[in-house]
């Protein structure tokens, strides 16, 4: 069971939980900087630190076919433009087509984690690279200790190159000549890694290579950001945008008094939860699909307009919509009235399966646990989190010195909360909101798409939270035609199922054949 601490730094992880909602303009003052560490004095006379690199070669076996690849493990350093000084050192793992005859013009995808605070390991060992984790086949347990790899035969590299990338503080990326907290912000943090990617796609000869990024939980807000930011200020114009399990608005996950909305778009992930245990009865325990979308519908035309009546809400109809809610989450009438009909994802987590003393994930609520106390309104902890974290931790750190040949003696940061305090200085007194970096970069290449993935059992990032903020995207109406959905069986990490993992694989191959040869239609508007 995991320590109060431990469950605390889940937090961090893809999503947004312990995160304010709202940027401070006291941020400064209440979270003042730690102490800075006492460097060591350089002398002038000393070399300037080396660029670590490792390249090794393997294969694996995707779609019955043999591939050869090179993987470099390595560091590539940022430096400052008037004095020459690296501010950072950020490590990454490339993995490229061995002998490949076309690499200039081949895709190349760039992947990123969330948190903020988490490395690439979960994309670069769950989903995307030539090696994975091995689950069980459903993904919700693992084998016992010590994990093993297996080649991932869905993974991308037969559609795509691919970079994944440790933003500072996270993995074995590090700052040098700066402080930390230079590269922990909402602003910061874009800055650092659009100038990564430009540096990367110039000293690799892949200018004139299809552009991709893909970003899981709070990569999504990253990501949405890099595209704006690296078409407006360097020119470098992408060909597509994954969002995985994303977030782009923030009051689509942090509920607050007089603030509705959260409920409303938890609704289709409860019914999933609920179907998933058993707790529906009839059609609706049936049918998944049926499930999720009348809860959907149910949401959006009956229940929305309720909360929006307050306590003014007729006490007969209070009880009519607490019977509804109860068809689709599982929970009971009395305890939905009790609840004032909001629940919230924390208590619904620890409610649904009260009466086996279980609780579930909030990563995947697939996932059952046990807490100490049984009577609390809210888990302990997380154990959809607790399940994977150590098999990804051991598989990584062994992964990265036995077979990528890198050999550090520094932790290899999984999650780390040395990021925080996290500035979100461009909402100051206002929610987290980046639709409209999505807009401008798709108002200025008319080309762009956008592929937005999401997990059927996900409590962290719901997938109708992200469509929210998507259908109320202040751009052009024709741009609608360049975002497409798919959801899958699974949470957060929905490719942990390997069902969903060969399925997801599927939808972006599909969207990477649609976009990585798309003739402009600039001169045709």
Not at 348 to 355: H, P
Not at 497 to 519: G, H, Q
Request: hydrophobic content about 35%; charged content about 25%.
């Amino acid at each position: 069971m995991a320590s109060p601490r431990l469950a605390a730094l889940i937090c961090f992880l893809f999503s947004l939980w312990s995160i304010p909602a709202i940027a401070d303009h006291h941020e400064k003052k209440k979270n003042s900087p730690p102490p800075k560490e006492e460097k060591p004095e350089k002398n002038k006379n000393d070399d300037p630190p080396k660029e670590e690199i490792s390249i090794t070669q393997g294969s694996v076996r995707i779609d019955g076919t043999p591939i050869k690849y090179d993987a470099t493990a390595g560091k590539l350093h940022l430096k400052t433009e008037k004095e020459d000084k690296t501010k950072a050192e950020v490590f990454y793992t490339l993995y490229q087509l061995k002998d490949a005859t076309e690499t200039a013009t081949r895709p190349i995808t760039f992947c990123f984690n969330g948190g903020p605070g988490s490395s690439s390991v979960w994309l670069h060992l769950g989903a995307l690279g030539p090696r994975r984790v091995q689950l069980s086949k459903n993904g919700t347990s693992t084998p016992p200790p010590p994990y093993r790899l297996v080649d991932n035969e869905y993974s991308m590299l037969d559609i795509s190159d691919l970079v994944l990338v440790d933003p500072v503080s996270t993995g074995y990326s590090r700052a040098e000549d700066s402080e930390p907290s230079d590269f922990h912000g909402f602003n910061e943090d874009i800055s650092s890694m659009a100038e990564f990617i430009r540096l990367f796609i110039t000293r690799h000869e892949r200018w004139d290579s299809p552009k991709y990024l893909l970003g899981e939980s709070y990569g999504a807000i990253r990501v949405s950001g890099l595209a704006d930011t690296l078409q407006s200020k360097h020119g470098l114009y992408l060909n597509g945008v994954t969002l995985l399990s994303g977030v782009l608005d923030f009051r689509t996950l942090v509920s607050h008094p007089g603030s509705d909305l959260v409920h409303v778009l938890y609704m289709p992930a409860y019914a999933a939860t609920a179907h998933y245990h058993g707790k529906l009865k009839g059609a609706l325990a049936e049918d998944l699909q049926k499930a999720m979308r009348d809860a959907e519908n149910f949401a959006f035309d009956e229940y929305m307009p309720a909360l929006l009546r307050g306590d003014s809400l007729d006490i007969t109809k209070k009880a009519e919509i607490a019977g509804k809610m109860s068809r689709f989450t599982g929970l009971s009438i009395d305890y939905l009235i009790k609840a004032d009909l909001r629940p919230g994802p924390t208590r619904f987590r620890k409610e649904l399966l009260r009466d086996e003393e279980s609780t579930v994930g909030r990563f995947d609520a697939r996932i059952k646990g046990t807490d100490r106390d049984t009577l609390r309104s809210s888990p302990d902890y997380d154990p959809s989190y607790t399940v994977i974290f150590g098999a990804f931790s051991s598989a990584q750190n062994a992964y990265l010195r036995e077979e990528l040949k890198f050999e550090s003696d520094i932790p290899y940061e999984i999650l780390s909360s040395k990021v925080h305090p996290w500035s979100y200085k461009p909402f100051t007194n206002r929610y987290v909101n980046v639709t409209d970096k999505i807009t401008n970069a798709m108002r200025t290449n008319v080309d762009l798409e956008f592929l937005v993935l999401g997990g059927y059992h996900d409590l962290a990032t719901p997938p109708a939270a992200i469509r929210y903020s998507l259908n109320h995207l202040p751009t052009l109406p024709e741009s609608k035609d360049r975002i497409h959905y798919h959801d899958y069986d699974g949470g957060h990490m929905m490719y942990t199922n390997i069902p969903s993992l060969k399925a997801m694989k599927d939808d972006l191959k599909a969207f990477y054949e649609r976009t990585k040869n798309v003739k402009s239609t600039q001169n045709q508007k």
